[in-house]
């Protein structure tokens, strides 16, 4: 044990401070990072801004770029639904955790699944897009990988939470997209 960091945890409505011993060149990600406004470190900021990137370029669609306030955004979320013991749900439309911002969520075994991994699931949606405009039939199908490539998003801020052994995974896009009667792009 060459290292001690706590880690925040929501428990009822308070925050609990645990130490966690953490070897050298363990996973640190659980930290808040200054630069990525989340968890995240920068290092998994930077993977998905870049997987997003090759997977938007795939269709000509521009770059994203990481946003410390949409990081922060979605570490809140994250930081709930591991307080709600790891039920997914979307923000409401209304109310205190009003959605505000273009969101896909995952939920993985920790010990298996990182960041990337979710980006990556998103990205599978592509094999059931046909080009179509965005319609509520088939929007589960797709609307992951729709998000990710619609074309006037600019930027996206992530964050995660770990509950029951679980990775939760919160992106949000920033303008939003997934307008039902519209392309992404």
């Known amino acids: 044990m060459k290292y001690l960091y ?52 795939d269709v000509g669609v521009g770059p994203l770029r990481w946003s410390e306030e949409l990081s922060a955004y979605a570490q809140q979320w994250a930081d709930h639904l591991a307080s709600v013991k790891g ?30 991994d979710a980006v990556m699931a998103w990205a599978k949606e592509k094999a059931n897009y046909r080009g179509e405009a965005i319609q509520g039939s088939r929007f589960a199908k797709v609307g992951h990988y729709t998000q990710m490539v619609w074309r006037n998003t600019g930027q996206i801020g992530c964050g995660t939470g770990v509950c029951r052994g679980n990775l939760i995974v919160v992106c949000n896009y920033d303008p939003p997209g997934n307008f039902l009667g519209q392309r992404p792009y």
């Open 6 to 57: 706590c880690v925040s945890m929501i428990l009822m409505g308070g925050i609990l401070l645990q130490a966690i011993p953490l070897h050298a060149g363990a996973d640190r990600s659980s930290l808040r990072s200054v630069s990525s406004g989340s968890r995240l470190s920068q290092n998994e900021a930077d993977k998905i801004v870049s997987l997003h990137n090759q997977i938007r370029a």
């Open 87 to 116: 039920r997914m749900e979307h923000r409401p439309r209304s109310g205190k955790w009003r959605q505000e911002y273009g969101e896909n969520l995952f939920i993985g075994t920790a010990s298996h699944y990182g960041t990337a």
